[in-house]
């Protein structure tokens, strides 16, 4: 079974290095009581992914690449609108790459850094752009992001 272990991170805008070569992401969810389940369209590739519920900052996560033509299709029939929609940068640092989303749409102004992990203890760098851990914040999840506009709207 594949395993998710990451930290997420809000980042001071200020102090990031120049940013080249975005990845740009639309990605829908399909509700599920039971695990959340993402269509992502990054650039020209598409991906369907399922995620189990957050233990600590570990879960368990599968992705499938899937015909383009048909995640078009399930974020138009399946998934909850608004979609997230985001440019992400992929910025090494000492041995790690940092996922660098700068969020569009309904959640513009927001920027969140990412790092997958090995284990849950283990120890890395951070650059002098990341700010405060929100790891265990549910409002940064992606998947809340989506819903938190329809509680918004009282939807």
């Not at 997958?116 to 809340?144: C, H, T």
Request: aromatic share 10%.
């Amino acid at each position: 079974m594949a395993k998710e272990i990451e930290r997420k991170f809000l980042v001071d805008k200020e102090k990031l290095p120049p940013l080249s070569n975005p990845q740009h992401i639309i990605q829908g969810y399909i509700p599920s009581p039971e695990a959340t389940v993402r269509v992502r369209v990054s650039n020209d590739k598409a991906f369907l992914t399922l995620k189990g519920k957050t233990k600590g900052i570990t879960r368990s996560e599968f992705e499938y690449p899937i015909p383009l033509a048909d995640a078009k299709a399930m974020l138009e029939e399946l998934c909850v609108k608004p979609y997230i929609q985001k440019r992400r940068y992929l910025i090494p640092y000492e041995g790690h790459t940092w996922e660098l989303d700068i969020f569009e749409g309904h959640n513009e102004g927001l920027i969140v850094a990412e790092i997958e992990l090995s284990s849950e203890d283990e120890v890395f760098s951070k650059p002098v752009w990341v700010k405060e851990d929100v790891s265990n914040d549910k409002r940064y999840k992606n998947s809340y992001l989506v819903y938190k506009h329809h509680l918004e709207k009282g939807l």
